[in-house]
Every structure is written in structure tokens, then in C-alpha cells.
């Protein structure tokens, strides 16, 4: 809106058009015309001090040629109420403003100007603009600026509980959820259970610009976390940071804080609650009183107008919840087996020696060569140098090799030897968890039958190391065997020192019986 008298009483003051202009925030060929008016009709400051703005433009443009800055202004306080209705746009109201200024001969503005315009008078007067709503449209979500309170189980300690809220813009309808920090950990688990507890996702997530959420805030284009980027992507939603310091920009949750602060934690203000789970189950059903409280200036309640107008609408919830993600790197090494936190996982044989993305889960194990898929295994948790072993993976001599040795094989063989060498088989079979690890000591203990003494000699040694322990290992039993060796030979087996002897107890005791040890 021009400011007619502004622009007089800045010319009386010998202010020059162009300082006008910039003053004034408005364009110097609109100055130029004012001050062109109101010497065509000889009118100063002075003679117009006492008018409004209103009375001034008609009292400088009146007549059939006015200038073309003389545009009719518009009532933007009955366009803002106007635009409060339901299905009123601005568009809609620009048209009955061109068709009035027609039926005046009045000169209307442009569409895109009178937005501005609009704009500019709402920012000006702080009206607040009407956003129109859509169901199941966004999601607002936010923590709770105050924290509530609950004992540790274990030491009985106060530790603060940090309150998560999340809020459907167009039913209001809200769920919030107690955490022991504002961590990655707790901001993704809790938008997992807010989809949960609403039975879908809305199209868009408003959060703020919190850290867990958006690490490099900017108000066009805001760096996503990772992790709260891949959650958006699992359920099928959009995240639309708000903009910093612009808390209308999500007023649903804004709002929703507020009623949290009073409406639950002041119920709960005296009550002591042992762990987060029995702080949860108590605001649990706090919330459910507040989403069923009917409205004051709308009809129904929060939970009445959610499963009205928006639960239908919801983003299906995928099959499986979303699972934070770690994702590495690892070398395929000649194995074909990639290692993962001291275990290994293998891979198709073609990737030896290729370095391959690792995208790690609680539950998952995923190799990528690129963006494709190589495999997956279920994670190993718990044990060191465990394997998941896929025997397609493997070279075709490999497989052939997996299908010849077998343990009933290796036990039918030792079964030949001798019964106390099929005991000591088993064991030995028996102590590994992956069956396919015990082979190679197999193969080492049947070696034996082949060398001097030939199945007898490994039969004694099996039964003396049975005789020993019901877990003998393959070293054991070799070391026996060499020593039955060496006794029927004569001579003393190398592993019992370079003199051929052991130093017996008369040797410790000290004196002559020493002497005659040495």
C-alpha cells in the first residue's frame, strides 16, 4: 500500500525521490507519480497533514487519468477474515477484488502483487494466517521442553524422563512417549512406536531442527541425519524440517507440548514411578483421557476425528519395522568370507578380493556391491570367529568337497581303525560348534593309521587319552601317539627335553637324591 503521506512529508523535509524510494521500501516510479499528482494539484504536507492515506490517494488521483500507480486498495482485515472460511483462497478473493475495482472504474493490482501485499499486512498487523488442514497430511514431532521424573530400579536414583510428542496436524490426535535421553537411539524408537500407535504414517514429518533429526539446518535445503533419513524412506514419508525459531511452522505440536506439560504431568506430579516402563504405562493411559476430551470450539474429540477422517488415509505400515542401520566396509578375503565384528560371513567366490559395502542391523548381516544386493546372513551375536557359510557361495570344488566329506564319513573311517579311535572322533566332533571345523583334526588324527605302528598304535593312543579326558583334542592324541612311539623304539620322544629324561620328584627334594637325578 503506497503511504501517500509519508512520501509528502519526506518531499517537504527535501528529501530526494530516490531517498523516498528506500525509506519507504517502494519503487522510485511510484514516488515519482505521487509527487507528480500532487503538483498537478497543487497540494503540499501541509494541505493534506489532517487526511488518512485513503482520503490523500483520492484527493491526488482523481478523474479519469490517474496515473497507473493509483490502484484501489484492498480491505485485507475482511480478506483475512474472509479467508478463515472453509474453501476461501486468496486466488478466489483476488477475483472479487478485480470485479469490484472494475464496477468503480477502479484500477485493480496485479494477482502476485496483491499476495505480497496480503503478506506484508498480515506480517505487519501479527495476524495470524489460517493454514487449511488435510487428513493423515502431516506429522509433528518434537520433545517436550519440561521433563518429568522416575526412580532407577537398580540404585533408586531420580533420573529425568525426556517426553517425545507426536501430533496429527488435522485431528490434533497425539501420542507421547517417556525417554531416558534425547539420543538417535530414542528419537528413532520413538517414531517407530508413534507409527505403531497410529496404525500408519502421515505423508510428511514436520520435526524441529534438532540435532538427532537434521544435522546441518537450512531453510531451503536442511542435511538429514542418515538414520532419521532411511526411517522416512522405510515408512514412506517425507521430512519437512520447520523452520528455525518458527514455531507456528507446527502449532499441532506446539500445542500439544503445552496440553503434555499440564494435562499429564501435572496429574502425575505427586507420583512416584519405579522405571521408565511404569512412568510410560501412566502417561499411557493420561493420554488416552486427553485424545477422548471433546473439543471446546469443534466438534468431537481428538480420537472421534482420527478414526473419522484420517486413520484410513495413513501410509500403510510396512511388514517389518525399521531397523537402524550401520553401514561399513570390508575386504572379501580367499575364504570368500567378509569379517563382521569377529565373525565371518560368506559371499559368492567371484567377489575374492573385492572391497564391499556392509549394512549392519541387530538382526541382519547385508553385503552390497554397489547398489546390488550380493546376500545376507543372520547376524552372529555372542561368539568370536563364528561362520555363516552359504554353500552356494562357494566355488564348485568347494561344494563338491562339502558333499564328499561328511561326518558319518570321517566316523565310518575311524570306525575301521577302532573303537576307541570312533570314540575319540566324536569327540573331537562334538566340541565344535560348526561340524565343518572339526574336519581338518579329523584328517590329521586318521593320518596317523597311516605311519608306523599303523591302526594299532592309534588305537592305544586314543584310548590312553580317552582314559585321560572325554574331550581329547588332535594335538593330545599326537603327543601320545609320539610318545608310544618313542617307548617302542627305545629311545625317549624329543618332546620330553634334549637329555632323554624327566627329573623326577627325588631331584626337588634335594641332597644325594638329587645328585643321583642329575
Given amino acids: 500500500m503506497v503511504n501517500y503521506k509519508r512520501i509528502l ?59 497507473p500507480s493509483a490502484y484501489a486498495q484492498p480491505d485485507f482485515e475482511a480478506i483475512h477474515k474472509e479467508l478463515a472460511r472453509t474453501g476461501v483462497t486468496l486466488l478466489m478473493l483476488w477475483g472479487e477484488y478485480s470485479a469490484a475495482c472494475r464496477a468503480n472504474r477502479e484500477l485493480p493490482y496485479q494477482y502476485s502483487f496483491f499476495c505480497d501485499l496480503y503478506r506484508r499486512w498480515a506480517k505487519a498487523t501479527k495476524a495470524t494466517m489460517r493454514i487449511p488442514r488435510t487428513p493423515a497430511e502431516v506429522m509433528e514431532v518434537d520433545w517436550a521442553g519440561d521433563t518429568m521424573e522416575y526412580a532407577d530400579p537398580l540404585s533408586g536414583e531420580a533420573r529425568p524422563a525426556h517426553l517425545f510428542v507426536a501430533a496429527m496436524t488435522y485431528s490434533a490426535y497425539s501420542y507421547v512417549e517417556a525417554f531416558c535421553d534425547m539420543g538417535l537411539q530414542s528419537w528413532i524408537d520413538a517414531h517407530i512406536n508413534a507409527f505403531r500407535f497410529f496404525g500408519g504414517a502421515a505423508r510428511l514429518l514436520v520435526p524441529d531442527n534438532l540435532r538427532t533429526g537434521v544435522s546441518r539446518p537450512d531453510r531451503y535445503e536442511p542435511a538429514l541425519n542418515a538414520t532419521y533419513a532411511a526411517l522416512a524412506e522405510h515408512y514412506g514419508t517425507a521430512i519437512v524440517p520447520a523452520r528455525v ?7 499441532a505440536a506446539e500445542g500439544s507440548v503445552g496440553h503434555i506439560a499440564y494435562a499429564i504431568a501435572g496429574v502425575l506430579r505427586d507420583r512416584r514411578f519405579v522405571g521408565l516402563p511404569e512412568l510410560n504405562d501412566a502417561i499411557a493411559d493420561e493420554l488416552g483421557l486427553l485424545n477422548a476430551r471433546p473439543f471446546q470450539k469443534r466438534e468431537g474429540s481428538r480420537s472421534s476425528v482420527f478414526d473419522r477422517d484420517e486413520r484410513a488415509l495413513l501410509v500403510p505400515l510396512p511388514l517389518m519395522p525399521f531397523e537402524p542401520a550401520e553401514l561399513r566396509k570390508a575386504k572379501v578375503g580367499p575364504n570368500y568370507h567378509v569379517q563382521v565384528d569377529g565373525c565371518f560371513y560368506s559371499v559368492p567366490s567371484r567377489h575374492i578380493g573385492q572391497t564391499l ?23 552372529v551375536h555372542g561368539r568370536k570367529g563364528a561362520y555363516s557359510t552359504v554353500e552356494e557361495h562357494m566355488p564348485p570344488s568347494h561344494r563338491e568337497y ?4 561328511t561326518p558319518d564319513r570321517f566316523l565310518r573311517w575311524a570306525e575301521s581303525v577302532g573303537a576307541q579311535t570312533a570314540r575319540a572322533a566324536e569327540a573331537i566332533l562334538a566340541s565344535r560348534k560348526i561340524k565343518e571345523q572339526g574336519y581338518r583334526s579329523l584328517l590329521g588324527l586318521l593320518s596317523l593309521a597311516k605311519k608306523d605302528g599303523g591302526k594299532a598304535r592309534l588305537e592305544q593312543a586314543c584310548r590312553h587319552a580317552l582314559e585321560m579326558t572325554q574331550s581329547p583334542s588332535y594335538t593330545m592324541i599326537k603327543r601320545i601317539w609320539a610318545d608310544i612311539k618313542a617307548e ?3 629311545r625317549p620322544d624329543k618332546s620330553l627335553g634334549s637329555k632323554g629324561y624327566v627329573r623326577g620328584p627325588g631331584y626337588y627334594a634335594g641332597g644325594k637324591a638329587a645328585e643321583d637325578g642329575r
Fill in 9 to 67: 512529508e519526506l518531499r517537504k523535509e527535501d528529501v530526494s525521490q530516490r531517498g523516498i524510494a528506500e525509506a519507504l521500501k517502494c519503487s522510485r516510479n511510484t514516488v515519482a507519480s505521487v509527487l507528480a499528482a500532487a503538483a498537478a494539484a497543487s497540494v503540499g504536507f501541509v494541505d493534506v497533514a489532517a487526511l488518512d492515506n485513503a482520503e490523500i490517494g483520492r484527493t491526488l488521483f482523481s478523474g479519469p487519468d490517474r496515473p
Fill in 245 to 251: 525459531r518458527h514455531p507456528k511452522d507446527k502449532p
Fill in 357 to 379: 559395502d556392509i549394512r549392519l542391523t541387530v538382526r541382519l548381516v547385508e553385503v552390497f556391491d554397489g547398489d546390488s544386493r550380493v546376500c545376507s546372513h543372520p547376524r
Fill in 402 to 405: 562339502l558333499r564328499d566329506w
Fill in 488 to 490: 617302542a623304539a627305545g
